[in-house]
């Protein structure tokens, strides 16, 4: 008799499911094929836009060399939210293997200049084993990216896109993963993974349900990454008694244009660490008061207030407020594709004069500060007074409120400009907790047979982020879940 949780028939038969490619897919898939598996990959972006947040990243992954020194530092990074010590060993171990494996496929890894600025947490023990990585000629473009999407695809490894995994196949009897329905174009289609299937698609970047119900004191939130990520691995692991962990972290935020015709952020150049401009400029609240130093570096998204690290407050809706000197300065979006989907996929040509965007809408002009905040919706008086007190501060020279010590620019005569922020952050870290071998585990600890993670989807980062960290997590664990998945006896064959 059939079994009630099987398929009428399987359309498609791998010995591995991967669903997701992206660099966690990709590692996973390249491992998985090289030890001789037969591997399927589900992807549901069409073919240009997968590769996810890692086609996109900033293209830096981690490499480091002593694994006792990582092991500290990585513990120190989560802080209160610790790990269990055998994941954080196997991590170390597999994290120095990033470049030795990238050489023995091909790969070319050069390290970052501008080493030890990189490293995050300089204050915290054992950060000077972090070494960022790169593969190809120069950092950024999706350079990295572009190494392991080919090294897939010299592999015989098959790849749908536009199809989804929608949702795990799980016997009913002893709860092992026995494949995954997907869907193109709202067609179900049964995938049969004789020994596993690997989870490797992304967070909940784009899934505001999830953002208001998982992020502190988030109401919404938009990525400058992928926009195919909606935490839909996340739902699926659920749905089979995975438990969940570090729903609570990302890389973020940061503040941000979100405008309807675009999927994801432009970042604005005035709010760049690097960039000084000769003009005036704050960011304020709802309530026109200023509520942090708008040019501060966070740590992804981090600052440290009373001795603790919290993410940057946000508080919505945010206005850049800016003089005309600092418009006539030149565009506010850089559009150079080095990182974000936007500069990289979507590709807005945003205007020299930005008169384009003003016209748009998307920058508001007032002859008068009051005539601006009526416009922006708040209280003209407080506004006014909220520049005035920007003024005095940039005649002194120093920011006692905020201690802001770049472009401490006055603001000159009207009009003047206001542009609405968002918070927009990189990735989320949450997702089904793995276990050090990279199964996916239930809330007891067991592991669900036949079900395994990688990448930012249950991400090992609790607390604190060491950057280029997600793609060298991303790495590492792709390879160790394809490694003890192949080792699996296929289902069918008992
Ligand atoms: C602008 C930016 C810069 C960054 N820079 C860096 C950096 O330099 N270094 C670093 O370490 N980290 C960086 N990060 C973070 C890093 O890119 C990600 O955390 C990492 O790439 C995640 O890899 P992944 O394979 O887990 O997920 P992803 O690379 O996001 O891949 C997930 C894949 O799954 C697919 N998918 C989603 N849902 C489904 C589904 N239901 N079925 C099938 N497929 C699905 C997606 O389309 C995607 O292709 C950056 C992020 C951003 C946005």
Same mark, same amino acid.
């Given at each position: 008799m059939q079994q009630p949780w %099987? /398929? &009428? &028939?399987w359309d498609k038969e791998a010995d591995l499911v991967v669903v997701g490619f992206g660099g966690a897919g990709a590692a996973a898939a390249i491992t998985a094929s090289d030890l001789g598996a037969k591997v399927l990959m589900l992807e549901k972006a069409p073919e240009g836009e997968e590769g996810g947040n890692t086609r996109i990243a900033g293209q830096g992954y981690l490499q480091i060399y002593d694994t006792d020194k990582a +092991? *500290?530092?990585l513990n120190a990074l989560c802080g209160p939210f610790t790990l269990p010590q055998t994941l954080v060993r196997a991590w170390a171990a597999e994290v120095r293997g990033n470049n030795d494996w990238a050489k023995s496929i091909g790969g070319d890894p050069q390290e970052h200049q501008h080493q030890p600025e990189g490293i995050e947490f300089p204050e915290l /023990? #054992? +950060?000077d084993c972090a070494h960022k990585f790169h593969d190809g000629p120069v950092l950024g473009y999706s350079n990295t990216w572009k190494f392991y999407e080919a090294s897939v695809k010299k592999r015989p490894v098959e790849i749908l896109y536009e199809t989804p995994g929608v949702e795990l196949i799980q016997d009913g009897i002893t709860k092992e993963i026995l494949g995954v329905r997907a869907e193109n174009h709202g067609k179900s289609i049964y995938v049969k993974a004789r020994k596993a299937v690997l989870l490797t698609c992304g967070g909940f970047e784009n899934n505001q349900d999830m953002i208001r119900n998982y992020l502190p004191g988030l109401p919404y939130c938009y990525t400058s990454g992928t926009p195919h990520n909606t935490g839909d691995g996340i739902n699926m692991a659920l749905t089979v008694g995975a438990d %969940?962990?570090?729903m609570n972290n990302y890389a973020g935020p940061s503040m941000a244009l979100k405008v309807?015709? =675009? &999927? *994801? *952020? =432009?970042s604005m150049t005035p709010l760049h660490f690097g960039h000084e401009q000769p003009g005036g400029m704050i960011v304020v609240g709802p309530d026109a008061n200023r509520f942090t130093d708008e040019k501060y570096k966070t740590r992804h998204g981090k600052i440290k207030k009373n001795g603790l690290w919290g993410p940057m407050p946000v508080p919505c809706p945010m206005h850049m407020v800016f003089d005309q000197a600092l418009f006539d300065c030149g565009p506010l979006y850089d559009m150079k594709p080095v990182s974000g989907w936007g500069r990289i996929i979507e590709r807005y040509d945003w205007s020299a004069d930005n008169s384009k965007e003003l016209k748009r809408g998307w920058i508001k002009r007032g002859d008068t500060l009051a005539n601006l905040a009526k416009t922006i919706g708040l209280e003209p008086a407080a506004l006014e007074a909220s520049i005035q007190s920007w003024n005095r501060i940039c005649e002194n020279g120093k920011d006692p409120d905020f201690g802001r010590k770049k472009m401490l620019? /006055? =603001? #000159?005569? #009207?009009p003047y400009y206001a542009i609405e922020l968002s918070p927009s952050m990189l990735n989320t870290q949450g997702g089904p907790r793995r276990n050090e071998? +990279?199964?996916i585990v239930r809330p007891d600890n067991s592991p669900i047979p036949r079900l395994y993670s990688a990448g930012e989807m249950g991400s090992l980062y609790s607390y604190l982020y060491q950057g280029t960290g997600n793609i060298g997590e991303a790495f590492a664990f792709g390879r160790i879940s394809a490694r003890n998945a192949v080792a699996e006896t296929p289902w069918d064959s008992k």
């Open positions: %099987l /398929p &009428k &028939k +092991a *500290t530092y /023990p #054992g +950060a %969940l962990w570090h309807s015709e =675009f &999927k *994801t *952020t =432009f620019v /006055p =603001f #000159g005569n #009207g071998r +990279a199964q």
